[in-house]
């Protein structure tokens, strides 16, 4: 009999509907449940595409004693944190401060009010060496709950006092100075492996915004430095495992310290940050490598991530057939000795059972070759089972695909990339856009329940900001403003920082607030880039008072921790670079190297209908900063010199 689950929109709660366990989505009747029954909460959160996640399930969840245990003693929550970040965010902090570190599938005890008393990841289903086994936990539990509930109860109350009063303390900098971005930068050049790459050892994510911040920082201060990190970290990632040498796009990321062999689930928004990246370290060296890796991971967006809604779905499994990584691995006889040798598999392999991931160490002197052999080996996997998608539609990350596919498209000429980032943003105006609010997820274009949160307003706002610059209609331009106006609004701290919920959102324990960065630009990054950039492009200069003094009071944070502030110290680096408005009439040559404009943040409009192209003449280039212009150019020469566009000129 199928659970409580059963009439969800998410495919992480649907594939746990079947599972023995009573499941309860995340509801105000799961609670009153609990209060009646006066029993403790199971809160169990993971994602579609985690392995761990899937693991567990297998071992416990479909379990038929575990799954009556269960039922008997506790109410079960199964919480999908991709359609609900917020709750993600609160029990994710307690399970950091409680264990000292945190991950999925995650596992926390609440009380019937929600405050979490116990809090861990993974349990086995059999005791290992300093991890009890789940049954054994589950017991424990119970048993305190019984005899030491009182005490519990206090212990949950404190947990969430000492969690709030943490995060009392609001963001404290004066502003931003060159200066400060110039020490973030020696701080991340001190952390950076210049061997392999990345920053730090096994596992290595990628590190996408603070790669961005680095490209900001080396084509403003003109520090070969930052373009060395960048050089040597796009290349590694590029060239190794965790780029699929096959279909374009990259996996979460790489269980070793060499970018070997990856932790095999594709997520949309690692690779729309990705793609940006890689297409912005052409712009400023003219790499070939960062070009083709920009076009092949749009491109896998559309084959793998595109659904008919027009939106794109959220993630690719680690497995297939039940197992990690079968459908990316080979071995010499199936890859055969040409193939082979391109793409470094070997007989011992890299991976489990002599099994290799492809890798690209070099570039093949013999190109036709090469070409010929890849299209071979995608042909041959095509026919394998391929992983299952998550294809409910996420909304912030979306916005950061919009954003990816308008700036590639418009790189490369590459139009497909920017009517698809069109009619991606056409669907979210049209379907997560209600009563002027936005909802975080939809699933075969219905709409789900869940609340946008700050991330979604603020990458929206990214994405359709880039849209609006690539095409020039005013529209992308206009709910972007609009999106901002609710952010600074709904979501204002009264500190001029912002929390991830807004003000008239359900309550949650307490209400979450985290500026750093994680695998995506934070709320807070994203939506004082955002306001930074709509301040560029209309001349708002309330948006860009909010983002400067929101940036300055993150200047610490930048400057000591800017590994966590990456996408806060790329948009510092626009902020203290202008960003400059450059607008184009009638001059194509023109418009061609404003494009390549590598001035940190800039916003370039070459048509259609923007203000920053009213009232000028044709045929010339108009440059601006911190609402003051230069005069206008004619001069395709001048004009890249005033814009930095340099490097990818040339490629």
């Not at 070009?291 to 008919?308: K, N, Q, S």
Request: contains cysteine; hydrophobic residues 40%; glycine residues 10%.
């Amino acid at each position: 009999m199928a659970n409580h689950l059963a009439d969800s929109n998410s495919p992480y709660l649907l594939q746990h509907r079947d599972n023995p366990v009573d499941w309860w989505p995340w509801c105000d009747e799961a609670f009153e449940r609990a209060a009646q029954r006066e029993l403790p909460i199971l809160l169990s959160v993971g994602y579609a595409a985690c392995h761990w996640c899937h693991v567990m399930a297998h071992e416990s969840f479909e379990d038929e004693a575990t799954a009556a245990y269960l039922n008997e003693h506790f109410v079960c929550i199964k919480v999908d944190r991709e359609e609900r970040p917020d709750v993600d965010a609160v029990y994710m902090e307690a399970t950091q401060a409680l264990t000292g570190s945190g991950g999925w599938p995650m596992t926390c005890f609440l009380t019937p009010t929600g405050e979490p008393f116990f809090c861990g990841t993974y349990f086995p289903p059999h005791d290992r060496p300093g991890m009890p086994s789940f049954r054994r936990l589950l017991e424990s539990i119970v048993e305190a709950w019984s005899t030491r509930r009182t005490e519990i109860e206090k212990s949950g109350a404190h947990i969430i006092a000492e969690l709030n009063e943490r995060a009392a303390s609001p963001l404290s900098g004066s502003g931003v100075t060159a200066a400060g971005l110039d020490a973030a930068a020696s701080v991340l050049s001190d952390g950076h492996n210049d061997t392999t790459g990345g920053f730090g050892g096994a596992p290595q994510f990628p590190p996408s915004m603070v790669l961005e911040f680095l490209l900001r920082h080396a084509a403003r201060s003109g520090s070969g430095r930052s373009a060395q990190i960048v050089d040597i970290t796009c290349e590694r990632m590029a060239r190794g495992g965790m780029y699929d040498q096959l279909g374009g796009g990259f996996a979460r990321y790489s269980v070793d310290a060499h970018w070997v062999v990856p932790h095999f689930e594709k997520m949309l928004y690692d690779n729309a940050l990705l793609a940006r990246v890689y297409a912005h370290w052409w712009r400023l060296s003219g790499s070939a490598l960062g070009r083709r890796v920009a076009i092949e991971t749009c491109e896998w967006m559309l084959a793998d991530l595109l659904t008919e809604s027009g939106g794109f779905a959220s993630s690719l499994d680690a497995d297939s057939e039940g197992e990690e990584g079968r459908y990316y691995v080979w071995t010499p006889d199936e890859v055969g000795q040409r193939a082979a040798a391109i793409f470094t598999v070997t007989a011992s392999g890299t991976f489990e059972h002599g099994r290799s991931v492809l890798q690209l160490l070099t570039d093949p002197a013999d190109q036709e070759e090469y070409r010929g052999e890849r299209e071979r080996l995608l042909s041959i996997r095509m026919q394998r089972v391929p992983p299952a998608r998550d294809d409910k539609v996420v909304t912030a990350w979306n916005g950061l695909a919009i954003a990816a596919l308008a700036e590639v498209g418009v790189l490369f000429g590459r139009d497909d990339f920017i009517d698809a980032a069109s009619r991606c943003a056409g669907f979210l105006a049209e379907h997560h856009l209600v009563d002027g609010r936005l909802r975080r997820v939809s699933r075969n274009g219905e709409v789900g329940d869940p609340v946008g949160v700050l991330e979604d307003y603020g990458d929206l706002s990214e994405g359709l900001l880039a849209l609006h610059q690539a095409t020039g209609e005013r529209r992308w331009l206009s709910v972007a403003e609009d999106l901002l106006e609710v952010a600074t609004e709904h979501f204002d701290d009264g500190a001029n920082g912002f929390f991830d919920t807004a003000d008239d959102a359900q309550r949650l324990v307490r209400r979450p607030q985290d500026p750093t960065d994680g695998a995506t630009p934070s709320g807070f990054s994203s939506v004082v880039a955002a306001l930074l950039t709509a301040a560029a492009l209309t001349g708002r200069a309330d948006f860009r008072d909010a983002a400067a003094v929101a940036i300055g009071k993150a200047a610490p944070l930048i400057e000591r921790f800017p590994r966590f502030a990456g996408w806060s110290a790329a948009a510092a680096e626009a902020l203290v670079a202008g960003p400059l408005e450059i607008a184009v009439v009638g001059a194509p040559q023109l418009a061609a190297v404003a494009r390549r404009a590598t001035s940190p943040g800039a916003v370039v409009v070459t048509g259609g209908d923007s203000p920053l192209l009213a009232d000028r003449p044709s045929g010339a280039a108009y440059v601006c900063r911190g609402f003051v212009c230069d005069a206008p150019t004619t001069d395709a020469v001048a004009l890249a010199d005033r814009v930095g566009a340099r490097g990818a000129a040339d490629g």
